[in-house]
């Protein structure tokens, strides 16, 4: 899209992604305690010291990949959440999530992209791990990566309606709406809104 190539749009993108993050996995932490959840390779032993809006900002500046690829990413961590409920976004494997996820969408929509080790060196992890962490977030996703133009739209169409009532709604209201369980999933049952945005185009022959 070339919405997506204005020099204003990506900044404002990754400030909402970070932030969306940030509040479902304070959450999700939260609900350690009164659901289990596993322990994955994507966990962390402790909580990462960069944030996750700065660690995005770092994915930005040196991935050097189309700003398409993270709203794939978006898409993908999405799926993963709905595929892996015991495997809730948090604290300890959202960086790892995110670097992961941008690779995959990378490597799905890019001509050009560099290998594992520049992407772990982006993501201050070894390449050993980024190895692992590719084919973990791949079966979890159950080989899921196809991105239709209308799942795509519908997404993109999502982040873009959240962002501009940001700032009159409170970010954890927001947030909250999103998910349809204590879990949190990112955004809305795939298959539903695709069949919401094609009903749409329909009516709107």
Known sequence: MAELESPNVMPKLITFLSSLLQRVAETNDLNRQFQPQKISVFHGLTRPTISIQS????ILKYANCSPSCFI?????LDRFSQRQPSLPINSFNVHRLLVTSVMVAVKFMDDMY???A???KVGGISTTE??????DFLFGLGFHLNVTPTTFHTYYSYLQREMLLQPTLNLAESSLNIGRSLKLHLCFNEDEASHQSQQQQQLAV
Do not use: P, Q
């Open 118 to 120: 520049y992407y772990a």
């Open 72 to 76: 794939v990413a978006y898409v993908y």
């Open 130 to 135: 980024m190895n692992f962490l590719e084919v």
């Open 114 to 116: 560099y290998n594992n």
């Open 55 to 58: 660690y995005l900002e770092r």
